[in-house]
């Protein structure tokens, strides 16, 4: 069976490979050994991390949460001074779903021993820019009230 495929930089600087042939004059020391199908043990310490992580995003929410609670307990009667506490509570559930969804995807991928990618770069991101959108918006509330 004779591979013609080649890498993105072969391709890239058009470098030509010949293609794998086997026989002994490809054969490398080692090159006949089989791979092992061994049971792989996965330490306590890796479920540990993902509970140490869910536990972290966990407390992020009920901060938001008690941040939401104080704001809307502490401002006036006036409904913009309210608003951002109201604001924020969906916030701090979004948070708690986010933590919730990460951590029973990573422990599944966990148990079925799963390669990976076990980071995820999007959904932090997404609930930063909307902790800071909320937060330039609470900045725009209070120039908004002082002005007028």
Same mark, same amino acid.
């Given at each position: 069976?004779?591979? #013609?495929?080649?890498?993105?930089?072969?391709?890239?600087?058009?470098?030509?490979?010949?293609?794998?042939?086997?026989?002994?004059?490809?054969? #490398?020391?080692?090159?006949?050994?089989?791979?092992?199908?061994?049971?792989?043990?996965?330490?306590?310490? *890796?479920?540990?991390?993902?509970?140490?992580?869910?536990?972290?995003?966990?407390?992020?929410? !009920?901060?938001?949460?008690?941040?939401? !609670?104080?704001? !809307?307990?502490?401002?006036?009667?006036?409904? @913009?001074?309210? %608003?951002?506490?109201?604001?924020? @509570?969906?916030?701090?559930? #979004?948070? @708690?779903?986010?933590?919730?969804?990460?951590?029973?995807?990573?422990?599944?991928?966990?148990?079925?021993?799963?390669?990976?990618?076990?980071?995820?770069?999007?959904?932090?991101? *997404?609930?930063? *820019?909307? !902790?800071? %959108?909320?937060? *330039?918006?609470?900045?725009?509330?209070?120039?908004?009230?002082?002005?007028?």
């Amino acid at each position: 069976m004779k591979s #013609t495929e080649q890498g993105f930089f072969s391709n890239f600087f058009g470098m030509k490979q010949p293609p794998f042939e086997p026989g002994p004059s490809n054969m #490398t020391i080692g090159s006949l050994m089989k791979n092992r199908q061994a049971a792989i043990k996965i330490e306590p310490k *890796v479920f540990f991390a993902n509970e140490r992580t869910f536990l972290a995003w966990l407390h992020s929410s !009920v901060l938001l949460a008690g941040a939401s !609670v104080a704001i !809307v307990s502490m401002s006036d009667d006036n409904f @913009l001074s309210q %608003l951002y506490g109201i604001v924020l @509570l969906p916030l701090a559930i #979004t948070f @708690l779903m986010y933590s919730m969804h990460q951590y029973g995807k990573r422990a599944q991928m966990i148990r079925r021993r799963a390669p990976g990618p076990y980071e995820d770069i999007i959904g932090p991101s *997404v609930l930063a *820019v909307s !902790v800071i %959108l909320s937060i *330039v918006a609470q900045f725009t509330i209070k120039l908004y009230e002082i002005l007028n």
